[in-house]
């Protein structure tokens, strides 16, 4: 690399970490135990029907399909859109008050294992990586999307099916 | 130039010593355990190539060298000691910083550090490549921790913060002054580069003695906080596998 792109490199560098560090947010204790709005508890019943609820397409497949009031169902989507967009992001927040919540163990109550260590951050980062994931999809797709691609596209090869065919017959 | 040698040197020596006398009278020498192993090893070895500088002038060049070369490496304790404290109080994160300052040291040793070895070229040239290089991954591994803490959201108090903050400065100092080096050429550079470098140390050193003049680090003021909810791990990984599993769930739907 040339000269040029070091200076730039070395002062960028020093201003994005000025940047970074002169941040109010990162000076100030983030959490206010009381006043910050947590997210749905996800060990109370009413909690999880209204996740399933949010986002099963039951209501709007009988809007579309059965009495035929598309712009009602399109309405619905939209709204729906926006429930599950808040929905996910409250559930984030209430991760993250897990997460970031300083904790301290008792004595002797740290785990000695490395799996045991290491297992909190895997479950953290397997946590971001599946919201940001799911968190795009519907806010691009909506919420009745497939969020894993179906693989009912092999049945359009034929040579695929039909050696399938017979099997499935028995 | 000697006079001034001389006076930076000096200055450098004070420095390290009011840090660690000061660092033991506040406590954090317990704290920051990396970091003033690094300052201690720091201030040895310039106290000895400062006294082979007076005694032996024709060993100077190469301890000078080779002290410079351990010390590249020993900066990485420098780089585990900010990663621990920015995420230490937070047990679901913990080894986030070990994990981001392995693997980028892994993947850039392997990429960027390793391959400037097969060029053939002169001994000074490949010290500064692989010096220049090094730096570049000490930026890089800085720049994950910041960007890593800005996203959760943490505070890193003024001990973490100038720990940082000095320790860039340092490495854009030395970096740009590298690049020059290998630009310009020895005969062209030699003096700015011996004129320069101290005083990336020095300003480095000045913003650390700021910096852990006083114990503010968030760690310590957050641990008290957070005692009030002693918590088992098992209890930590239940809540963290219940809100991977209801993720999972949609997913699957």
Known sequence: ?170 | MEMYSLIIGVIGLILEAALILRGRRSGLLRQFSLFYSYITFYFSVSLAIFLIYWLRQDFYPLAYWFCYLVSLLAEFAILLEISDHIFEPYAAIRQLGRFLTVCICAVLCVLYILPSFLHQRSTSEALLEFSLRTSLTKVVIICALAAAARYFRLPLGRNVAGLMMGFGLYLSVYMANFAAAQSFGRTLYADILRFIGPLGSILCLAVWTVAMWQPASVSTSRRKLGDAGHRSWEELSYKLVRFNSTLTRLLRK
């Open chain 1, 1 to 170: 690399m040339s000269l040029l792109a070091y200076a730039i490199i070395g002062i960028l560098f020093i201003l994005l970490l000025a940047l970074l560090l002169r941040d109010k947010r990162l000076e100030e204790p983030t959490e206010t135990v009381g006043e910050t709005e947590y997210g749905p508890d996800l060990w109370d019943e009413k909690s999880l029907l209204l996740y399933e609820r949010i986002f099963d397409p039951g209501d709007y497949s009988w809007l579309q399909d059965d009495l035929r009031f598309s712009h009602l169902a399109r309405a619905l989507v939209r709204s729906r859109k926006r429930l599950a967009l808040r929905w996910l992001k409250a559930v984030r927040r209430s991760f993250e008050h897990e997460v970031l919540t300083p904790q301290m163990f008792p004595s002797g109550a740290e785990t000695s294992t490395d799996f045991g260590r290491w297992r909190p951050l895997w479950l953290t980062l397997r946590f971001h990586f599946v919201w940001g994931y799911i968190f795009f999809m519907v806010r691009l797709f909506g919420p009745y999307c497939l969020l894993v691609p179906s693989f009912s596209w092999r049945h359009f090869i034929p040579e695929l099916s039909s050696r399938r065919g017979p099997l499935r017959d028995g």
